[in-house]
């Protein structure tokens, strides 16, 4: 009841963002778990990776050869929507990057690489961090690398759900990569809630919030704030946001 319940939440609202859930496509990778939609499986977090790849392709769409960062891409479900949808559009994107803990990345790597053989990867350690001249178009590296990113090399940068999660320390270092290598856009989805942890020596750790998460002022204007579309049951204790800010155009 659960499942069918959020499937049939993520479903509806995926109408609402003008796609029908029997255009929806996921490869039959790793068991995954949903429901049956013709010949496919169709998870629930599939719906809602494919809702917010329709904002983030209606924005690269506007983009000659588009290049994208994801930071936390988990096991490269939003990835393949993104690719997959402005493809079908017409306008592919150059090259898509995800900076992710390394553990993650094995599982990105296997899933990306099985649902998409016909892409150039590069894995970390086969090549330097590049946009733009770069011979793959995908690039699956560790979150540190990040730092190796040229100046102003990223169309739109996305993060989903990690970085209020995050020690503040951590995702303040992100948002000065953002504010160094978006040359357009930034769009995050996080939560409101304050936590803070005691690490094994004593101190204390806390995180940023949602509505901290904002890139340089002086560069970046906010073109939306709004109520996060999806959100788990569980999850209502967590109100979060959907944010996009625009870098002004020199």
Same mark, same amino acid.
């Given at each position: 009841?659960?499942?069918?319940?959020?499937?049939? @939440?993520?479903?509806?609202?995926?109408?609402?963002?003008?796609?029908?859930?029997?255009?929806?496509?996921?490869?039959?990778?790793?068991?995954?778990?949903?429901?049956?939609?013709? @010949?496919?499986?169709?998870?629930?977090?599939?719906?809602?990776?494919?809702?917010?790849?329709?904002?983030?392709?209606?924005?690269?769409?506007? &983009?000659?050869?588009?290049?994208?960062?994801?930071? =936390?891409?988990?096991?490269?479900?939003?990835?393949?929507?993104?690719?997959?949808?402005?493809?079908?559009?017409?306008?592919?994107?150059?090259?898509?990057?995800?900076?992710?803990?390394?553990?993650?990345?094995?599982?990105?790597?296997?899933?990306?690489?099985?649902?998409?053989?016909?892409?150039? /990867?590069?894995?970390?350690?086969? =090549?330097?961090?590049?946009?733009?001249?770069?011979?793959?178009?995908?690039?699956?590296?560790?979150?540190? *690398?990040? *730092? #190796?990113?040229?100046?102003?090399?990223?169309?739109? &940068?996305?993060?989903?759900?990690?970085?209020?999660?995050?020690?503040?320390?951590?995702?303040?270092?992100?948002?000065? *990569?953002?504010?160094?290598?978006?040359?357009?856009?930034?769009?995050?989805?996080?939560?409101?809630?304050?936590?803070? /942890?005691?690490?094994?020596?004593?101190?204390?750790?806390?995180?940023?919030?949602?509505?901290?998460?904002?890139?340089?002022?002086?560069?970046?204007?906010? &073109?939306?704030?709004?109520?996060?579309?999806? =959100?788990?049951? #569980?999850?209502?204790?967590?109100?979060? /946001?959907?944010?996009?800010? #625009?870098?002004?155009?020199?």
């Amino acid at each position: 009841m659960y499942v069918r319940t959020l499937w049939c @939440d993520y479903r509806d609202k995926l109408a609402e963002s003008g796609l029908a859930v029997t255009a929806v496509r996921h490869p039959l990778i790793g068991n995954p778990a949903g429901a049956m939609v013709g @010949d496919q499986v169709i998870p629930a977090e599939t719906l809602r990776h494919t809702s917010t790849g329709l904002a983030i392709r209606d924005l690269l769409t506007r &983009v000659p050869d588009a290049v994208m960062v994801e930071i =936390g891409g988990g096991f490269g479900g939003q990835a393949f929507q993104v690719l997959s949808l402005c493809r079908d559009a017409g306008a592919p994107v150059r090259q898509y990057l995800d900076f992710d803990i390394p553990e993650v990345l094995f599982v990105a790597s296997y899933f990306l690489m099985t649902a998409l053989p016909a892409e150039r /990867f590069r894995l970390y350690g086969e =090549g330097d961090v590049v946009t733009g001249g770069g011979d793959y178009t995908i690039g699956l590296f560790p979150h540190y *690398a990040i *730092a #190796e990113l040229p100046a102003s090399s990223a169309d739109l &940068v996305f993060n989903s759900n990690s970085f209020s999660e995050m020690d503040e320390s951590s995702s303040r270092a992100y948002l000065a *990569a953002i504010d160094r290598v978006s040359r357009r856009y930034f769009m995050h989805i996080n939560h409101e809630v304050r936590l803070q /942890f005691q690490q094994p020596d004593g101190t204390l750790s806390r995180n940023a919030i949602g509505s901290e998460l904002v890139p340089d002022p002086a560069s970046f204007t906010r &073109v939306y704030k709004k109520p996060r579309f999806h =959100g788990r049951p #569980e999850d209502s204790v967590y109100p979060a /946001f959907e944010y996009l800010y #625009e870098r002004a155009l020199p």
